[in-house]
Each structure stands twice: as C-alpha cells, then as structure tokens.
C-alpha cells in the first residue's frame, strides 16, 4: 500500500520563476498551473475580429484599454494571487493603473475568452466565477465552432444568467452603450 504524498500548490513566486517562453503560456488557477494550448486559426480570426472592433471603438471614444493574450492579470493577494490569461480584456479608463508595465494587477472590467479544445470547462465554470469574484463587470465566453457568444453581466449576486447571441445577432454593452456588435462580424472568417 502506498501513501498518497500531500499535493503542494504552486505559488506565485513559483510562477513568476517560470522561464520565458516564446511557445508555451500558462495560468495560475487554485494553486495549479495549467498549460494554455495554442489558439487555432479560427480561435485566431474570430480573436481578432473582436479586438479590431473594440480596439477601433476604445481608441475613438478613449474610455480604455483594450489589450490580448498573451498578457498576465493578476488576481488575489498574497500566496493565493492567480494568474490568468485571458484572450482579450478591457479595462476602463478611470481603472487604468490596474495595467502595469510586466501585467494587470486586478480584475478588467471586460474579459473575453475564446474557446478552444480543452479550455472550455475552465472557461465556463472556474475562471467564469473567478471573474464574478474579483468584480469584472462584463465575461463574454465565445464559442467560434458553434458561433455563438454568452455575455454574463456581474449583477449583486455574481453573474447573472447569460445573455446568448447566435452569429446572425447584434448587441450592446453596458460598457460601450454607443457600440453595435454584430456577431456577424465578429464570426466572419473570410
């Protein structure tokens, strides 16, 4: 019989001394680190469909930042600090000091996570209460196989019930009231 040894987290410190790697990501989640795999090429397209209209918008009206993987946010304090990398994020210009030169350090008021083979069960329940606790206002998780986007607005008790937009909808955000979304621009892989 052979005794299970005691599993030791992984800290912050231990992910900061992680080498830099120009081929591998990873996060910090509950004191496990995991691997991020490489985006697809459609995760890419449908990626960068986003950014190019937030990014247009935010520079026009400059209520923010808008900034994409690979970039650190840092979550928590102290021993129980989590590191995520979200594929894209926002934060308001009035929170803007969150961002830091080597990463954020606290929760963006938009994160964005587009799935991809392996990630979808830490996207849509782990790190979708993860965000809820560290206060981001808005966590949309897009499925570009199915093209579909889930928008979770943070309501009193964490996120309330998901808005779901097919590719042929269009929305707006509470964070750009003045912004159509189109999904289908933001599923377009032409």
């Known amino acids: 019989m ?6 030791i987290p992984f800290t912050y410190a231990d992910y900061k001394s992680l080498p830099e790697s120009m081929d591998r990501r990873y996060e910090l989640l509950a004191g496990d680190l995991f691997m991020v795999p490489a ?5 890419q397209i449908v990626s960068q469909n986003i950014e190019f ?5 935010v520079r026009r009206t400059l209520r923010g930042r808008v900034l994409d993987s690979p970039v650190d946010v840092v979550l928590g304090t102290g021993a129980a600090r989590e590191v995520v990398q979200p594929d894209i994020l926002f934060v308001a ?3 803007a000091s969150i961002i830091t030169r080597p990463e954020v350090v606290g929760c963006p008021d938009l994160v964005i996570e587009v799935l991809s083979p392996g990630t979808e069960e830490r ?6 209460t993860l965000y809820a606790r560290y206060g981001a206002r808005e966590y949309w998780i897009v499925d570009p196989d199915a ?26 955000s509470p964070l750009f009231p003045d912004l159509l979304l189109g999904c289908r621009e933001i599923f377009f892989l032409g």
């Open 2 to 7: 052979s005794a299970s040894r005691p599993r």
């Open 123 to 128: 996207d849509c329940n782990y790190k979708k």
């Open 39 to 43: 985006p697809t090429t459609v995760h």
């Open 147 to 172: 093209k579909i986007l889930d928008r979770y607005v943070l309501g009193d008790n964490g996120f309330d019930p998901p808005e779901r937009f097919n590719e042929t909808a269009s929305f707006s």
């Open 53 to 57: 209209i937030l990014l247009t918008y």
């Open 93 to 95: 210009a009035e929170r």
